[in-house]
C-alpha cells in the first residue's frame, strides 16, 4: 500500500501581528520533526512526493524538513505547492458570523476584544463561531463553508492518490482544520466531531494515512513521537 503522511505545521505566532509565520517554537518543533523523520521514519524509505499549502507556517515548516534533508545529502522531491490544503480563514469567519452571535449573547462582546492577546478569549470566541459555522446552512458572502472545504480537501486527496498510485511515499503539508476534514473524510463522522476532533490537533503531529486501489484508511491519528522523545513538555501546543 501507498502512505500519505499528513503534518501539521508548526506553532504559529499567536498575538505577534502576523500569525501566518512559524514562531521561534514552530521553528524548533519542526527542525525536530525533520531530524525524527530522517531518523525514524525514512531512514530507508525513499519520499516520493511532497505536497503543502501556500500559507507560510506551511511552507516554512515544509522547508525545515528539506533543509534538515539536504544536510543529510537527501533531496526531497520538489514541493507541489496547493492551496487545497490550506487552512480555512477563521479570522475572516469570526468576523462574519460573530455579529450574529452576538445578538444572543452578549456576552461575547468582551471576549472579542481579547482575541489576539488572550488564548483562551480567542478559543472561547473561536469554538461558539466554528459549531455554528458547520451547523449553519446559511451562506455567507466572503467565507467558505465547511460543505466547500470539505469538497476541495477530497479533491486534494484524490488528486494524490490518482497521481501517484500504489507503492508510494508522500508527504502532505497542512492545518489542523484540513486534517480533520481528511480524517472525516475516511471514516465519515458529522461535522461537528470533525471541528472538535481538530481542537486536539498538535502542532507538528502525524497522520497517517494508507491507500491502494479499493481503500483510503487511516492508520493513525495525531501522534508526535518526536515531542515525546524530546522530553520537553512545552513543545506539545495547539495553536
Known sequence: MSEILVIRHGQGSFGQGDYDN???????????LAEYLYNYRYQNKKIDALYCG????????????????????VQLPQPKIDSRFNEYDSITIIKTIFPVLLDDEPSLEEEIKQIYTDKKAFQRVFEKVMR?????????????SFSE??????????EIIQENGRGKNIIVVSS????????QMV????????????????????THLRYNEKELILASFNFFPHIELDNDPSLKTYR
Open 22 to 32: 512559524l514562531s521561534e517554537k514552530g521553528y524548533n518543533q519542526s527542525q525536530i
Open 54 to 73: 501556500t500559507l507560510k507556517r506551511q511552507l516554512q515548516t515544509a522547508q525545515t524538513i528539506i533543509n534538515y534533508f539536504k544536510l543529510k545529502d
Open 132 to 144: 455554528y459555522w458547520v451547523k449553519s446552512q446559511i451562506h455567507y458572502d466572503g467565507i467558505e
Open 149 to 158: 472545504v470539505k469538497q476541495r480537501v477530497r479533491s486534494a486527496i484524490t
Open 176 to 183: 489542523g482544520g484540513i486534517i480533520g476534514a481528511i480524517v
Open 187 to 206: 471514516l465519515g463522522f458529522d461535522d461537528e466531531t470533525a471541528m472538535r476532533l481538530t481542537w486536539q490537533i498538535v502542532n507538528t503531529s502525524l
